[in-house]
T-cell receptor, first 112, second 115 residues
Framework: TQLLEQSPQFLSIQEGENLTVYCNSS?????LQWYRQEPGEGPVLLVT?????EVKKLKRLTFQFGDARKDSSLHITAAQPGDTGLYLC????????????FGPGTRLSVLP | GAGVSQTPSNKVTEKGKYVELRCDPI?????LYWYRQSLGQGPEFLIY????????DSGLPNDRFFAVRPEGSVSTLKIQRTERGDSAVYLC?????????????FGEGSRLTVL
């Protein structure tokens, strides 16, 4: 049973397009992180969100944490081929420590 | 190096054999994690250490899997009587472990293939 679901599973778009990917759960998390993973490497942290309703921006990437801290979205503006990769959300089940479970990921391909 | 180091990077073994995978975390990181990732999937949680003790081992699939971290630094994931379904990339990560917002730093993984 997946604690976290991500959609879409696959996304292929042209350079310059905008996109949004989603991370959903029935569980409440104390914090939620987004990671990007490239082939043959481990995931690398993009952002951590903690407060319900929080919005964070990282250049062309905008992250939002749902009001109830059960879901999150990642929006990319003007996607570039360098954005290609596996986008993973990870929810923290621990209020005081770091016990993260990952979603299955969204595989993004940005074509030049 | 300053990052998380995992050895071996690749391991091919036969069904029924015993395998050990090693993780060297970032110095000073108290939390250490093992995940398993199959092709095209997200990392699947196996076990999480805080110091020397396993804070959560609920992800270990069965009693063939065991992990230790005797001195609170290096960890070893041990798999007995390997099965073909154990084939995956085993990822290790470490973090400072002192806040619920800390970053997990991952190694490049150990790719296990069971023939």
């Amino acid at each position: 049973t997946q604690l976290l679901e991500q959609s879409p599973q696959f996304l292929s778009i042209q350079e310059g397009e905008n996109l949004t990917v989603y991370c959903n759960s029935s569980s409440v998390f104390s914090s939620l992180q987004w990671y990007r993973q490239e082939p043959g490497e481990g995931p690398v942290l993009l952002v951590t969100v903690v407060t319900g309703g929080e919005v964070k921006k990282l250049k062309r990437l905008t992250f939002q944490f749902g009001d109830a801290r059960k879901d999150s979205s990642l929006h990319i503006t003007a996607a570039q081929p360098g954005d290609t990769g596996l986008y993973l959300c990870a929810g923290n089940r621990d209020n005081y420590g770091q016990n993260f479970v990952f979603g299955p990921g969204t595989r993004l391909s940005v074509l030049p | 190096g300053a990052g998380v180091s995992q050895t071996p990077s690749n391991k091919v073994t036969e069904k029924g054999k015993y395998v050990e995978l090693r993780c060297d975390p970032i110095s000073g990181h108290t939390a250490l994690y093992w995940y398993r990732q199959s092709l095209g999937q997200g990392p699947e949680f196996l076990i999480y250490f805080q110091g020397t003790g396993a804070a959560d081992d609920s992800g270990l699939p069965n009693d063939r899997f065991f992990a230790v971290r005797p001195e609170g630094s290096v960890s070893t994931l041990k798999i007995q009587r390997t099965e073909r379904g154990d084939s995956a990339v085993y990822l290790c990560a470490s973090s400072r472990g002192n806040a619920n917002t800390g970053e997990l730093f991952f190694g490049e993984g150990s790719r296990l293939t069971v023939l």
